[in-house]
């Protein structure tokens, strides 16, 4: 009975002794970030006394997953938010405001309009047009050393992220071999690997898995794997061959690399990307658009009207070629393919990424896709065999507003795929052609003169300028109009009319007018003549009107004040002026940095309730620590107490056997 008394009092002893280790190292780990708290179990004897079985870790793994997974969601919008916060400061800063900047290069167009002949006021215009390109510059510049910022962000988390990954593949090696050894669960190591994991789950969002050998495997939650077991792998940035500005991550499994799906990446990581790929990206091309806006617009209309030396308008603005990219293994190709937007045709013009596609021997396909890489509209075909080509040797694409250019249609493959994005990096390449005020064309090409002889007080004025091209035109290359272009209107009747050329002869007939806008367009002679008149009442038969370049004034300011107008004009993809459209960007920046606000301040909270959740499972509570080392005390004094009976009692018995 003393030997079963004995052995009673010794495992109590082993197992008060065991609990109370379990407890020290509980309370010895209370601030240890990532530790569970550990209880070792205990199971009664049939033969008398207690068995120790295994010291195990307080844990729920569907409360830790849901930890790591807050934690990415988290990570995610607080990093967005703070990208976010920054650009809508940036950019909505009043000083670097484009309104501002546009106001001032019409106000002083204005002021040259007042007087054309002013060289002052001409160089004041001029001057404020370089303000506005340079103010597109610093826009771009904004975004551009935020996509740098981002870059580097980038670059600094995946090292973190594959030096975790490297550690967590180690812990796997320690713990296969820590209980392989010693058959006992390798508590401190898998703590490590938990808060490894969740650490890890700030930059991605992942899933863990636990293998029949009980070791972590880490996919992200797209399902690609990124360690498993043993098997460290790489993440890196890699660059994307059809479009260099967008960021692409690939994972190197060591003999090949496989990339990976943007989509849902999560963490501070996703958060960045995200940033990259479409808020970025979408300045870039808003602020592109809104520069091949005006420059298109601008450019267009000066070219119909004379300058300050009494020639036909040039550029004000400058636009940089459309960059086209394609695979590496036909980038020899590209050179093939030039792309630019068809003249006065900007507002066609959006921040879509365009793919052109050889689909067979005589076909090409012209696809869009927004910034989320989504279909928009149906493909434009273009068959070269089938399309006029443009006098400087383009395709014109009327339904986009591009021109096309293919110098070498044997080069190009079926299949071959070339992108360009026409909105991209524009604002940054945006230049000032004109080289001083006189270079703005204000005067009207043509003039025109209410005869004096006239029995009516009908007045006639210019309508429209369309175009001064010589080719496409009733000018010249001089300025002046071709003979058997329309050089008079007569009325026959007041309503009917002729129109004569430069020799008196008739061109064309009217009869019926109902009313006196566009003559020329009712005659069938606008388009190719270029321009158009009207006048201003019901004339009488023999009143005779005249259009000359001769009669235009010294002071005339009709092109520039059509250049005026266009700060009012729906220039941006046909549905907002040049001041709406950048006060809608503005906007959209402010709401985008407001919902990720709102959504990091929410995931917060949801990341603290699920922390708690885990921490009233697995956090040590010294209170209750306390109470069981007393209680672990109290059953190791009672177990030695057991022990001295049993020595007692078999002392008593050796004396009786005496």
Not at 142 to 168: C, F, G, H, M, P
Not at 573 to 578: C, P
């Amino acid at each position: 009975m003393s030997s079963n008394l004995y052995s009673i009092g010794l495992s109590g002893l082993q197992s008060s002794n065991a609990r109370i280790n379990t407890t020290s190292q509980n309370t010895s780990n209370v601030d240890t970030e990532g530790y569970s708290r550990q209880r070792t179990d205990t199971a009664s004897s049939a033969l008398g006394g207690v068995v120790l079985r295994d010291t195990f870790r307080l844990v729920d793994n569907f409360v830790s997953a849901q930890v790591r997974s807050d934690t990415s969601e988290f990570a995610y919008y607080d990093a967005l938010h703070s990208m976010m916060t920054a650009s809508d400061n940036l950019l909505s800063e009043q000083n670097v405001a484009l309104t501002g900047y546009l106001d001032k290069a019409f106000g002083a167009l204005q002021a040259a309009n007042n007087d054309p002949t002013s060289s002052s006021l001409r160089e004041l215009a001029h001057s404020s047009f370089k303000d506005l390109v340079n103010q597109y510059k610093t826009l771009s510049s904004i975004v551009t050393r935020q996509e740098d910022l981002v870059d580097e962000q980038i670059s600094s988390s995946l090292t973190e992220v594959n030096a975790i990954a490297d550690k967590i593949s180690d812990l796997n090696a320690k713990i296969s071999r820590e209980e392989g050894a010693s058959f006992a669960s390798a508590n401190e190591l898998r703590d490590q690997q938990e808060q490894l994991a969740k650490d890890l789950s700030e930059f991605l969002s992942i899933k863990t898995q636990f293998n029949d050998k009980g070791l972590m495997n880490i996919h992200l939650s797209n399902g690609q794997p990124l360690v498993m077991d043993n098997a460290p792998t790489e993440v890196f940035v890699r660059p994307n061959e059809l479009n260099p500005k967008q960021v692409e991550l690939a994972v190197n499994f060591g003999d090949h690399n496989v990339g990976l799906k943007m989509e849902g990446l999560g963490g501070s990581v996703g958060g960045l990307v995200d940033y990259r790929s479409e808020f970025s990206s979408y300045a870039d091309r808003t602020l592109g658009q809104s520069a091949i806006a005006i420059s298109d617009a601008m450019n267009a209309q000066n070219a119909k009207g004379l300058d300050a030396n009494g020639h036909f308008g040039k550029d004000i603005f400058s636009l940089a070629n459309i960059e086209v990219y394609t695979a590496s293994d036909s980038a020899r190709k590209s050179s093939a393919v030039e792309v630019r937007v068809s003249q006065g045709e900007a507002a066609k013009i959006t921040k879509d990424t365009y793919e052109l596609v050889k689909v067979d021997d005589q076909m090409f396909s012209i696809n869009r896709y927004d910034l989320n890489n989504r279909p928009v509209g149906q493909p434009v075909l273009l068959d070269p065999s089938a399309t006029a080509l443009t006098s400087d040797g383009y395709y014109k694409l009327d339904a986009l507003g591009l021109d096309i250019k293919l110098s070498d249609l044997n080069a190009i493959e079926n299949g071959d795929v070339f992108r360009f994005v026409p909105t991209q990096g524009a604002a940054s390449k945006l230049g000032l052609f004109a080289k001083n005020g006189d270079d703005i064309a204000l005067s009207s090409p043509i003039g025109v003169v209410t005869h004096s002889s006239n029995l009516s007080n009908a007045k006639i004025s210019v309508s429209e300028i369309t175009s001064t091209r010589p080719d496409a035109s009733a000018f010249s290359a001089d300025g002046s109009l071709y003979p058997s272009s329309p050089h008079s209107i007569y009325f026959t009747s007041p309503n009917s009319y002729v129109v004569r050329d430069s020799s008196g002869s008739d061109v064309a007939a009217v009869d019926n007018v109902l009313q006196y806008n566009n003559l020329l367009e009712q005659a069938g002679l606008s388009i190719k003549a270029g321009f158009d008149v009207s006048i201003s009442s019901t004339p009488r038969a023999g009143d005779e009107f005249s259009m000359s370049p001769d009669e235009v004034g010294v002071a005339d300011n009709l092109n520039g004040l059509a250049l005026m107008n266009l700060q009012n004009q729906s220039l941006v993809e046909g549905k907002a002026s040049l001041t709406k459209a950048f006060a809608g960007f503005i906007a959209h920046v402010g709401v985008e940095a407001a919902e990720a606000k709102g959504h990091a301040a929410s995931s917060e909270v949801v990341l603290n309730d699920s922390t708690n959740r885990r921490d009233r499972l697995s956090a040590v509570n010294l209170d209750e620590e306390a109470v069981n080392l007393m209680k672990y005390q109290q059953s190791y004094s009672a177990s030695a107490q057991v022990i001295t009976a049993a020595r007692t009692t078999f002392e008593t018995l050796l004396g009786i056997m005496r």
